[in-house]
C-alpha cells in the first residue's frame, strides 16, 4: 500500500512501517487503548441519558442528548477525515482521547458541585462526539502501518471482536453500577478511562505516523480529493452504497422492533429485561464473527462471504415478519451477526488495501459519514412506514430492500477484488 509498503528511505513514515511476522507489539497496544476507548463509550451512550434525566423528564430533551453526541458525524466526519491525513494519526488520537477526559472530568466535577445542566450536558456530548470523529477515523486509518497487510483482516477482526465486547458487553451493565454509586463517579469513569487510553497510546512507539504530502492543499481540496477517489474508484463505491443501504434498513427495523417485542399486548411478548438478553444475540454473533472473518474468508472466499452476508442482513431484518418466536429470531440474529461482522472485517480490510495510504483517513471518514448519514433517516422511515401500514410491514419491506444489494455483487467479484488489489500495489 503506498505510504506503507514502499521502501523509500525519505518517506517521513519509513520508520513506523509495518513490523514483520504477525501483528507485533504496536498492534497490541493499539489494541489496548480501543479496548479502553471503547469501554469508556459503552458507559457514556448509558450514563449519560440516566444522567440527563435527572435534570429533566421532557422525552425531547433527554433525546437531545444522544443527537448532540451523534451530530459531530454528520458534520464533521469529512474534515476530521482531512485532519487525519494530514497530520500524525497517534498523535490525533493522544489529542481526541485528551478532550474527551478533560470534557467528562470537567463535567464530573460540575455535577459534584451541583452546577450541572441539561445544557452542559449537551456542550459535552457534542465535544465528545466531535472527539469521536477524529479518534475512531485515526484508529480505523492508522492500522496498515502497524500490521503487514495480509495480516489485516487478522488484525481488524481482534479490533472489532473487543471494541463490540467492551462497548456492548461489558460498558452498559457497568455504566449502571457507576450511575448507582451517584452521577458524578458514573461521569469520572470514562474520563478515567479515556486517561488510562492515553497511557497506553504514549507506549505506542517507533516512528512518525504522519503521511507524506506532494504539496501544500486547503481542506476543501483534501476533502474533495478524497470524495473523488472514492467516488471514482467503482468497487468502492459500489461498497459504500452497500452499506449505506445496509444501515437504512437496519435502523429502520430496529428503530421499531421495541415495540413489536416488549409488553403484554406486544407480537412476541417480552419483558424489558428480556428485550435486553433479546438484543445481546446480535451482538454475540458480531463478537464471535469478528474473531472468525478470517476462517469464513478462507472457506467461501470474499466475494461469497460478502454476497452470504447480505442473505444474512436480510434474514436479521425480515425475520420478525414471519416469527414471533424469541427463541427462532434469536437464533436468526446470532447466525446473521456472525455473517455481519465477517462483513465488516472483509471491507474495512480490503479499504485500507486498496486506498493509497495519503487518502486513508478521508476515505474511512467517508464511509463512515455515509453509515452514520442514513441511520437516523432510516429510523425515521421505519416509524413512517409502522404508522401507515404496521409494524410486520416494516420488516417485511426493508427485508426486500436489502435483498437489492444483491444487484451490488455483481460488481463485487473476487476477479475485481484481486484486480483492485493489483493496481493499489502498482500504484
Do not use: C
Request: proline letters at 5%; charged letters at 15%; hydrophobic letters at 55%.
Amino acid at each position: 500500500m503506498t505510504g506503507v509498503d514502499e521502501p523509500l528511505r525519505t518517506d517521513p513514515v519509513a520508520d513506523s512501517r509495518p513490523e514483520p511476522g504477525g501483528l507485533g507489539g504496536r498492534f497490541w497496544r493499539l489494541w489496548s487503548a480501543s479496548a479502553v476507548s471503547n469501554l469508556a463509550d459503552g458507559i457514556v451512550k448509558i450514563a449519560l441519558p440516566l444522567v440527563a434525566i435527572g435534570y429533566t423528564t421532557s422525552p425531547v430533551l433527554v433525546a437531545g442528548v444522544a443527537a448532540a453526541f451523534s451530530l459531530p458525524w454528520l458534520l464533521f466526519a469529512l474534515p476530521a477525515g482531512a485532519l487525519v491525513d494530514r497530520l500524525d494519526r497517534r498523535r490525533v488520537m493522544l489529542a481526541a482521547n485528551t478532550l474527551r477526559a478533560t470534557l467528562f472530568g470537567a463535567l464530573a466535577v460540575a455535577v459534584a458541585l451541583d452546577a450541572g445542566s441539561i445544557w452542559l450536558l449537551y456542550v459535552v456530548a457534542f465535544g465528545v462526539g466531535v472527539a469521536e470523529t477524529l479518534y475512531d477515523t485515526s484508529a480505523q486509518s492508522i492500522l496498515p502501518q502497524l500490521v503487514p497487510r495480509e495480516s489485516l483482516p487478522r488484525a481488524n477482526g481482534q479490533l472489532s471482536a473487543v471494541e463490540l465486547a467492551a462497548n456492548q458487553f461489558i460498558g452498559p451493565p457497568l455504566a449502571g453500577f457507576l450511575v448507582a454509586a451517584g452521577a458524578a463517579v458514573a461521569l469520572a469513569g470514562p474520563a478515567g478511562l479515556w486517561a488510562v487510553a492515553v497511557a497506553v497510546l504514549l507506549l505506542l512507539v517507533g516512528g512518525r505516523f504522519r503521511v507524506p504530502r506532494d504539496a501544500p492543499s486547503t481542506l476543501r481540496a483534501d476533502i474533495t480529493e478524497g470524495l473523488g477517489f472514492l467516488w471514482r474508484h467503482r468497487l468502492l463505491r459500489t461498497l459504500a452504497t452497500m452499506v449505506g443501504v445496509g444501515n437504512f434498513t437496519t435502523n429502520a427495523m430496529f428503530a421499531v422492533l421495541v415495540l413489536y417485542a416488549v409488553g403484554p399486548d406486544s407480537a412476541i411478548g417480552l419483558t424489558e429485561p428480556g428485550y435486553g438478553i433479546f438484543l445481546t444475540t446480535v451482538a454475540a454473533g458480531i463478537v464471535l464473527g469478528s474473531l472468525a472473518a478470517g476462517w469464513i474468508e478462507g472457506r467461501l472466499g470474499r466475494a461469497r462471504a460478502l454476497g452470504v452476508s447480505v442473505l444474512a442482513m436480510a434474514a436479521v431484518v425480515g425475520a420478525p415478519a414471519l416469527s414471533t418466536n424469541p427463541f427462532v429470531l434469536g437464533a436468526v440474529f446470532f447466525g446473521g451477526g456472525i455473517l455481519l461482522a465477517a462483513w465488516n472485517v472483509i471491507t474495512i480490510s480490503l479499504r485500507q488495501r486498496i486506498t493509497p495510504d495519503r487518502l486513508l483517513g478521508r476515505v474511512n471518514s467517508s464511509y463512515r459519514l455515509l453509515a452514520w448519514g442514513s441511520m437516523p433517516v432510516g429510523a425515521l422511515a421505519g416509524g413512517l412506514l409502522a404508522e401507515l401500514f404496521g409494524l410486520r410491514a416494516v420488516f417485511a419491506i426493508m427485508g426486500l430492500v436489502v435483498l437489492t444489494l444483491l444487484f451490488g455483487m455483481r460488481q463485487v467479484t473476487d476477479a475485481n477484488i484481486d484486480a483492485a488489489e493489483r493496481d493499489a500495489v502498482a500504484g
